[in-house]
């Protein structure tokens, strides 16, 4: 079965595919289509949502334009994936939670608002759906997860990109990204923060936050990097239950460098789990 296609395949097992909206039709929306779709995942594209119709070049005519998170009731998805950034988390969500199952925020930044995440989990605690976040760009967030249930001591996330990546952001009043020579630090902080000012570049901090002690006391150093090839990030941990020392360099997403590649494959990765045999 394509997501961008109108033709159907006889089904091969008893699970009916997984009907998924996507809220944003940017790079990475269109990426994790495009990977769903070359994977031949058991997925149907419901509805695409976004605040100008996209050209019928880019987004085929049978797939339902979604002008307003009220369309939602009309395509009845399963699942709802906010890929659209932190402005659309809280009017989606809310009402993806009412008619979906589940609801995946990419814009994690936007649990940075005051009350937001609170009421989304409201929302779902109200209609039995679930919010689901990606790991994003980082991984090992399952064993800090796990590690939190005992006390955690503290947790750094060290993110490291090349120049070009920083570019738009605060990052270019602080230092001369065009001249940088060596690996240079701009900014030190906590999660909470780091998001903040970074929304496009440090949704993966709110995910360690999420993950191990909270917004407040997880530390981000933002890193601008000439040398770098890719979107590092390394993770440190310490607490009752030992120490964790992770890292990683991603390939940059070819059509945005601010974000990672493994951030597609880990929205292909959970919504593919959610009609999977095996989930990992």
Avoid: Y
């Avoid at 932190?86 to 979906?100: M, N, Y």
């Avoid at 760009?137 to 997860?145: F, G």
């Avoid at 991603?250 to 601010?258: D, E, G, S």
Wanted: aromatic share 4%.
């Amino acid at each position: 079965m394509s997501l961008l296609s109108n033709l159907s395949a006889a089904r091969p097992d008893r699970r009916r595919p997984l009907r998924i909206a996507l809220v944003g039709w940017g790079a990475i929306a269109r990426r994790v289509t495009h990977l769903l779709d070359a994977r031949g995942s058991d997925v149907v594209l419901a509805g695409v949502g976004t605040r100008v119709r996209p050209d019928e070049a880019d987004l085929p005519a049978w797939i339902r334009w979604l002008p307003e998170p009220a369309a939602l009731a009309g395509v009845e998805p399963d699942m709802v994936i906010e890929a659209a950034g932190r402005a659309a988390v809280e009017p989606w969500g809310l009402v993806a939670l009412r008619h979906a199952e589940s609801f995946a925020v990419s814009s994690t930044s936007a649990f940075c608002e005051a009350g937001l995440l609170d009421r989304l989990v409201a929302a779902a605690e109200a209609h039995g759906s679930q919010i689901l976040v990606p790991t994003g760009a980082l991984a090992a967030v399952d064993a800090l997860a796990a590690a939190s249930i005992l006390p955690l001591d503290s947790v750094t996330h060290r993110i490291v990109k090349p120049p070009v990546a920083w570019i738009g952001t605060p990052a270019e009043e602080w230092i001369d990204l065009d001249g940088l020579t060596e690996a240079t630090t701009f900014f030190e902080g906590t999660a909470r923060e780091a998001a903040r000012l970074f929304p496009a570049n440090a949704n993966v901090a709110v995910i360690t936050a999420l993950a191990g002690i909270g917004l407040d006391r997880t530390r981000i150093a933002l890193v601008a990097d000439p040398r770098a090839t890719g979107n590092g990030h390394r993770l440190q941990a310490t607490g009752a239950f030992g120490t964790l020392d992770m890292s990683i360099e991603n390939q940059a997403l070819p059509a945005n460098p601010k974000s990672s590649e493994l951030t597609a494959l880990a929205l292909v990765r959970i919504i593919e789990n959610q009609r999977a045999a095996l989930a990992l």
